[in-house]
């Protein structure tokens, strides 16, 4: 499942450095402060197989629905087991504004905010 894979991720990130199976550090730091984990070759479930959404809100009270919805992973059906077969690194964080401008000196915000700031997430790249 995803919630596991960053979970794995998290973890990962609050260790101390150590040497991976490719000799990487599971957690490393690239020229511009994105952090990023080393994710080795394996096999794991992503995905669910719960009952369908609708069932599930059926149950709640339309005040908690909202709130319910924002934890279930409804389009992620059905389970199937993922397999990496390389070792590759991947942020531990979203790519914020302000590293997305390195990669990208030209990016403008497709949504005009007043109050955006280069630590905010960067949204609607194409």
């Known amino acids: ?6 979970a794995a991720i998290q973890l990962l990130a609050n260790q101390p450095p150590a040497t991976g199976a490719q000799g990487r550090p599971p957690v490393s730091t690239n020229s511009i402060g994105i952090r990023l984990a080393a994710l080795e070759p394996g096999s794991f479930t992503m995905g669910q197989d719960g009952p369908p959404l609708e069932d599930y809100l059926r149950q709640k009270p339309l005040a908690d629905v909202a ?31 302000g590293q997305y401008r390195h990669f990208d ?22």
């Open 67 to 97: 709130k319910a919805t924002s934890r279930i992973d409804f389009d992620e059906k059905p389970a199937h087991m993922v397999t990496i077969t390389r070792p590759f690194l991947m942020g531990v964080t979203e790519v914020t504004v």
């Open 105 to 126: 000196s030209g990016f403008k915000r497709n949504a005009p905010r007043s109050n955006t700031a280069d630590d905010d997430a960067a949204c609607g790249v194409t």
């Open 1 to 6: 499942m995803l919630p596991a894979l960053i």
